[in-house]
């Protein structure tokens, strides 16, 4: 299986959006991260422009909420036509009630993971998911280096998969670079959030090309 590589906007130029998107049109889903200030310690923007994001971009959109109260804001996000919907466990008050609610709007429900939560009380849930993102730095800012020791995280993830006979995606955001990318699959994971090394990059296509090509060779 093909690994799946989702560029992260917080990296690219808010001011040339549109262009950045165009850069991108090969990825498989173009990342959306929502910070409210409060969960993390940064801003960057709500349902308004993740909306004209939506109408503009060359791929689906995959939605990484980092906001406080998911239960009440997220649901949005799927009625706006976003591919993927994902809140933190540490901010959900009812993580599975939530989910099905995603779905039932049509998006795919996702649960996030920061480096020190605890995987173990998800196992059992992951029917419950389509995707879970493994936090492979603190959340909240781009730029920061890739934490390894949150791996066995995404060992414990897919071998739960494999037992309970559930399709999960498993996704990695921070640090992917072509360097980091193949422990990453070498641990469990298919999909794949980078942000600077793709908009870093003076050819944004080659370099998805290149992430796509270190992780495969590792993907299970």
Request: net charge negative.
């Amino acid at each position: 299986m093909a690994a799946r590589i989702n560029p992260s906007i917080l990296s690219a130029d808010f001011v040339n959006m549109q262009r950045d998107l165009e850069r991108i049109a090969s990825a498989d889903y173009v990342h959306v991260d929502v910070m409210d200030n409060h969960f993390v310690p940064n801003l960057t923007f709500g349902p308004q422009m993740v909306e004209r994001v939506q109408a503009t971009s060359p791929v689906p959109l995959d939605v990484h909420l980092m906001i406080d109260d998911p239960d009440r804001w997220a649901p949005q996000y799927a009625e706006i036509g976003c591919f993927s919907v994902t809140f933190h466990a540490e901010a959900a008050t009812a993580p599975v009630t939530l989910a099905r609610t995603l779905r039932k709007l049509g998006a795919r429900a996702g649960i996030a993971l920061s480096p020190k939560t605890d995987v173990g009380a998800y196992l059992e849930l992951l029917p419950e998911f389509d995707q879970v993102l493994v936090m492979t730095v603190e959340p909240g800012f781009g730029g920061q280096k890739f934490l390894p020791h949150v791996m066995s995280k995404l060992t414990r993830l897919r071998e739960a998969a494999a037992r309970l006979g559930t399709d999960v995606w498993l996704e990695v955001d921070g640090g992917v670079t072509e360097e980091t990318i193949g422990i990453a699959a070498d641990a469990g994971a298919d999909t794949f959030v980078a942000g600077s090394s793709v908009f870093g990059a003076s050819d944004a296509a080659a370099a998805i090309e290149g992430l796509r090509s270190a992780a495969s060779a590792h993907v299970h």
